[in-house]
């Protein structure tokens, strides 16, 4: 069974860092890519990141380059998401995803809050 | 980026009823590599996201049968061939074909 299972978000102050891990399990995970997205209280999905199978590619929405660095390592089968100065308006539900681009799995997300 | 436009906003139906929902892209999802990476997502309340429908109109596995997706280019719809109580909550439509990747804004599926 393909399990994803996110940790390490929290209330955090604005402009300091956090980093999410997604542990996954139930498939072989260095043959996947991998995503993050988001989702705001009460509001929709948005996606945040992708990286491909073996790391080598990576992509963002503009609101999170410079800031956020998707990574992974396939030893362990972990994604992270490294994020830097972070925003208010990146208060949200983190969720992993499997697939770069299908979303065919979800973990149960974690919730990251940015405030004073 | 890719809009996304999903209608309606709400559909209110009835167990048995069948229902449509749209989605129509800014641009077409036909992929270089011959892909449409137009899928669907339902959101249940207070869950995550599961993927129904990947690739326009393949089946998920697990995925009961009276869902449905179809289209192409830029206009898709996802069918629901007798509404059962467990469908219900917020479906979004997503594209992996141009990044930054898009959602739809949702559509609520509630009884009526």
């Known amino acids: 069974e393909v399990q994803l299972v996110e940790s390490g978000g929290g209330l955090v102050q604005p402009g300091r860092s956090m980093k999410l891990s997604c542990a996954a399990s139930g498939f072989t995970f260095s043959n996947y890519g991998m995503a993050w997205v988001r989702q705001a209280p009460t509001k929709g999905l948005e996606w945040v990141a992708t990286i491909s199978y073996d790391g080598s590619s990576t992509y963002y929405r503009d609101s999170v380059k410079g800031r956020f660095t998707i990574s992974r390592d396939n030893a362990k089968s972990t994604l992270y998401l490294q994020m830097n100065s972070l925003r208010s308006e990146d208060t949200a539900t983190y969720y992993c995803?499997?697939?770069?681009?299908?979303?065919?799995?979800w973990g149960q997300g974690t919730l990251v809050t940015v405030s004073s | 980026d890719v809009v996304l436009t999903q209608t309606p906003p709400t559909l209110s139906a009835t167990i048995g009823q069948s229902v449509s929902i749209s989605c129509r892209s800014s641009q077409s999802l036909l992929h270089s590599n011959g892909n449409t990476y137009l899928h669907w997502l339902l959101q249940r309340p207070g869950q995550s996201p599961q993927l129904l429908i990947y690739l326009v109109s393949r089946l998920e596995s697990g995925v009961p049968n009276r869902f449905s997706g179809s289209g192409s280019g830029t206009d898709f719809t996802l069918k629901i061939s007798g509404v059962e109580a467990e469908d219900l909550g917020v479906y979004y439509c997503v594209q992996g074909t141009h990044a930054p990747y898009t959602f739809g804004a949702g559509t609520k599926l509630e009884l009526k």
């Open positions: 995803t499997r697939g770069g681009r299908a979303f065919a799995y």
